[in-house]
């Protein structure tokens, strides 16, 4: 029978878990998205419920699988193969479950939370600062990352601590989470991580790939606790549909009885019973026996997903920002308060590839937060109407701290706030300061990167920043960022690139494209349609300039001369799809006078942690009785 062969990406976020459903050709044939509800125990805190992220997972596996088969057959095509799962997540979010009943012991700790604020001081009091494990992991000691989630939970939580006394915790990022329980969870599920993910944790070496046995015991982690690690593009295990991960309500998901309608696998047809037992109700029913071969943390996804070689960057604009330059095989250890950390291994066998990263916590969630808590616009579109309704910010200037500041200042004691105001200053004016705080931080970055890498004038410089994210969609918010950046700004046709590297990634693995012709398929910029006065002056030279031949220490391995053919960006063409470029429009003195009030902002925003009342403080205590 013929197939039509296809590569799902399942894509857990923050705010959403979505899976995308990609043709042999890198074309999007269906997908389906759903929220995630976030959870604020107290200030600062933010959890997820694993079991409610399974649950969405589930529901995004099934309907984006049925949708796809109907597209599919509806075009006359032979129904789809599914040869591969690629999986991509939010990154440091942490997880303890029980190996014995699958259950999570305790909400994940999202990435982003900085309850560990008072437990990191303390580590770094006791280890001799606060990079005192960098030079094995990149890291510095911060709330970001998983290992000081971990410790928080073993020291708080009962349960997480008599199962890892007890030999029953698992400990993993989301990544670890999922394959576990795609893999069967309590019924036989396989306990991985990727070298991505891996790196994130603040306990891995980046030399071995392995974790660091001094670093393990700094953190009280047992390495028997911990998934094995492996690189982003071999097959991990099968998907195992089991009663172990079944819905607590099968019908509350959207499945479908009709085998001929969800397909065949890539053995024998995926339209079996799953395994016996009453298990052709499971969601992922039809999807038994799919080989698991792709997983990468999203920002290390997107860069693949953009086809970054050495020598180029990315900056994804999700829930927060985060701009990663491939170094190839050569670690750069920061000196300017950025991150070293593993870009991507594309096979076991395979170099690893690093990359010098600078993370930014509000993005995305400063618009959701203009929206949802202060009610000054009604959706994420209408920030950038909003914003371009007014020339400039009227000289008022937002710094997000919401939860602290990360790179390149690694300020768990900053927070939020707003200056400049004026009778003059209208929601406009603070809507646009929001879209000019996301661009400052990415400057703050990137001027970071060029320090530590040597991208000026004298070494090439950068020839360009590729962009993807929801929030890259603003056209305004990409316009302002060239402007402040001082160089070009690239969007590829279609911006999910973080749920396309994961397809790549997999796809790799089981053959289905060769790595030759993944990094063929760039997108090539094209210059954005002439927009209204002013006319955008010329930028410097040395940013237009190609990056030319890259040093020996940035070869990404990949010597053979032979043209290849080319996959699509996504965006569902062979051909290399066309990407948009914006330009700077402003002169390097006035992005330098801005960035230097925004500076001075930052200032403003140090050291406020303090301001916040201490949990049970009472400031209106009752009058005693007579």
Not at 146 to 164: D, G, Q
Not at 265 to 276: D, I, K, Q, V
Request: hydrophobic share 40%; net charge negative; glycine share 10%.
């Amino acid at each position: 029978m013929e197939f039509t062969e296809c590569v799902a990406a399942l894509d857990q976020g923050t705010q959403s878990t979505r899976v995308f459903i990609f043709d042999r050709d890198c074309a999007p044939i269906a997908s389906h998205q759903v929220d995630l509800p976030q959870i604020y125990p107290q200030a600062g805190w933010c959890e997820h419920d694993p079991l409610e992220i399974w649950r969405t997972v589930l529901e995004c596996m099934s309907r984006a699988w049925e949708d796809a088969q109907q597209r599919v057959v509806s075009s006359g095509r032979p129904p789809l193969r599914m040869v591969a799962l690629g999986i991509t997540n939010q990154r440091e979010t942490t997880v303890v479950w029980s190996r014995t009943t699958g259950r999570p012991l305790h909400n994940a700790i999202v990435w982003l939370d900085n309850r560990t604020s008072e437990l990191c001081d303390q580590l770094a009091a006791a280890h001799g600062g606060r990079d005192a494990f960098r030079a094995v992991t990149g890291l510095p000691i911060s709330p970001y990352f998983s290992a000081t989630k971990y410790l928080w939970m073993y020291e708080n939580v009962p349960e997480v601590r008599a199962a890892v006394d007890r030999g029953d915790a698992a400990v993993g990022t989301i990544d670890s989470w999922l394959i576990w329980q795609l893999t069967g969870g309590a019924a036989g599920g396989v306990h991985v991580t990727d070298v991505t993910n891996a790196s994130r944790t603040l306990l891995m070496d980046l030399d071995s790939l392995d974790w660091h046995e001094s670093t393990l015991a700094a953190f009280r982690c047992p390495r028997s606790a911990l998934p094995r690690i492996v690189s982003n593009a071999e097959v991990y295990g099968l998907i195992t549909p089991s009663p172990a991960t079944a819905p607590h309500h099968a019908s509350a998901l959207h499945t479908s009885g009709s085998a001929s309608l969800l397909g065949a696998g890539p053995a024998a047809g995926l339209c079996g019973s799953g395994g016996g037992g009453g298990m052709s109700i499971h969601p992922l029913g039809p999807l038994e026996g799919v080989p698991i071969a792709g997983c990468l943390g999203d920002q290390m996804a997107a860069m693949l997903g953009q086809r970054c070689r050495p020598g180029e960057a990315k900056n994804t604009y999700g829930t927060g920002c985060f701009m990663l330059l491939n170094t190839g095989q050569r670690r750069i250890a920061s000196t300017h308060g950025l991150l070293t950390t593993v870009a991507f291994k594309l096979g076991p066998d395979r170099p690893a590839n690093y990359a010098l990263e600078g993370s930014v916590a509000v993005a995305g969630l400063g618009i959701s937060w203009l929206r949802d808590n202060l009610g000054l616009i009604g959706s994420a579109a209408e920030s950038e109407v909003l914003a371009a309704s007014v020339k400039d910010t009227g000289g008022v200037y937002f710094v997000p701290a919401f939860s602290g500041l990360l790179a390149p200042h690694w300020r768990a004691d900053a927070r939020g706030v707003l200056l400049g105001m004026t009778s003059f200053t209208t929601r406009a004016h603070v809507v646009r300061a929001m879209l000019e705080a996301i661009c400052f931080q990415t400057r703050e970055v990137l001027d970071a990167m060029r320090r530590d890498a040597e991208l000026d004038e004298h070494h090439g410089g950068l020839a360009a920043l590729r962009v993807d994210g929801g929030a890259a969609a603003n056209d305004l918010l990409m316009q302002l960022q060239a402007d402040l950046l001082q160089v070009p700004v690239v969007r590829p046709a279609f911006r999910e690139t973080t749920s396309l590297g994961a397809a790549l990634a997999a796809g790799l693995a089981v053959n289905l494209w060769t790595r030759e012709e993944v990094f063929a398929a760039a997108p090539q910029p094209q210059a954005r349609p002439p927009q209204p006065p002013p006319t955008p002056p010329q930028p410097h030279p040395h940013m237009l300039a190609p990056v030319g031949p890259l040093p020996d220490s940035l070869d990404d391995g990949n010597d053979d001369p032979r043209p290849v053919p080319q996959l699509a960006d996504g965006g569902g063409s062979t051909a290399a799809v066309a990407a948009t470029a914006f330009h700077p429009a402003v002169t390097p003195a006035a992005a330098s006078r801005r960035f230097d009030r925004w500076r001075k902002a930052v200032e403003r925003a140090l050291d406020l942690a303090d301001l916040a009342p201490e949990p049970g403080e009472d400031e209106h205590p009752v009058a005693e009785k007579c």
